[in-house]
C-alpha cells in the first residue's frame, strides 16, 4: 500500500513530536518508516496507518529515535571536521602562509615585551567577547527559525553553533598557560605567538569563513536544500 501525501505529513509531525528537529534527520527516519510501514499493511491489509506506524517506532526500540539521531551527528561532525580542515590548509599555502607568519612575528614581538602576558590575556578576552556577541546574534536567530517553524538542517546548526567554540572552550588552558605575575621569557613568547596564531586562524575560519559559505556545503550536502 502506497502512503499518501497526509501519511508522510503525519510521519514528519510524528518525529517532530519524537524530538527530531532537523529536517535532513525527519526525512531520512521518515523515509525509513514509509517504506517499513508500507511492508507492514502490505502484509496485514486490515491493520490501520496507525498501528502500523507504531509497530514500526517500537523497531527502533527503547530509546526510539535517539540512536539514530546520534549516527547523524557523528557522521555530520566528520562532514564538519573535514570542511574546517580544507579550509585550515590554504593558511599553509601561497598567499596565505605569508599571512600567517606575519601574524605569529607581530605576536611574537607583542609578546616578547614586558607587558606581553597582559597583552596575551586581554586580545584573548577581547577575542572571547567578540565571538560572545556573534553567539547570542546566532542563537537568536535559530530561535527566530524555529518560532516560524522553518526547516532546520543538521549542517547548518553545527556551522554555526560552533562558530569559534574551540575558541572559547579552550579558555582555561589559556589562562593556565600564562601566569600574570612573571614576564615573559624564553620559549613563552614563542609558545604563546604560536597557539594565538592557531587560536585567530581557527576562529577566523570556524566563525566567518565557513558560515560565510554556509549555502553553498549546504546546497552541496543536501540537494533538497531550496527545494
Known amino acids: 500500500m502506497a502512503l499518501t501525501d497526509s501519511h508522510i505529513e503525519n510521519l514528519y509531525a510524528f518525529t517532530r513530536q519524537h524530538y527530531v528537529e532537523y529536517y535532513d534527520l525527519q526525512t531520512e527516519l521518515v523515509d525509513h518508516m514509509a517504506n517499513d510501514i508500507e511492508v507492514i499493511m502490505d ?12 509497530k514500526s517506532f517500537k523497531k527502533f526500540g ?8 546520534e549516527q547523524r551527528q557523528k557522521a555530520m561532525s566528520k562532514i564538519y571536521m573535514k570542511l574546517l580542515w ?7 599555502r601561497l598567499p596565505q602562509i605569508i599571512l ?5 612575528t607581530t605576536l611574537y614581538t607583542v609578546f616578547s615585551t614586558e ?12 577575542l572571547c567577547m567578540f565571538l560572545f556577541v556573534k553567539t ?11 518560532e516560524a517553524k522553518e526547516k532546520l538542517w543538521l549542517l547548518e546548526d553545527m556551522i554555526f553553533r560552533n ?7 579552550l579558555g582555561p588552558q589559556v589562562f ?8 615573559f621569557s624564553g620559549l613563552i613568547p614563542i609558545i604563546c605567538a604560536s597557539v594565538f596564531t592557531v587560536i585567530i586562524i581557527y576562529t577566523y575560519i570556524s566563525a566567518i569563513i565557513l558560515p560565510k559559505n554556509a549555502t553553498f556545503h549546504l546546497q552541496e550536502t543536501y540537494p533538497e536544500y531550496y527545494m
Do not use: C, H
Not at 546566532?138 to 527559525?145: A, L, M, P, V, W
Open 43 to 54: 502484509k496485514n491489509p486490515t491493520m490501520s496507518f496507525e498501528d502500523a506506524l507504531d
Open 62 to 69: 527503547i530509546f526510539g529515535f535517539m540512536d539514530v539521531v
Open 86 to 92: 580544507n579550509y585550515a590548509k590554504d593558511w599553509f
Open 100 to 104: 600567517t607568519i606575519t601574524i605569529f
Open 115 to 126: 607587558i606581553g602576558s597582559y597583552i596575551f590575556i586581554a586580545s584573548y578576552i577581547i
Open 136 to 146: 547570542i546574534r546566532i542563537n537568536r536567530d535559530i530561535k527566530r527559525k524555529r
Open 163 to 169: 562558530a569559534g567554540l574551540g575558541t572559547l572552550v
Open 176 to 183: 593556565q598557560l600564562v601566569n600574570l605575575t612573571d614576564n
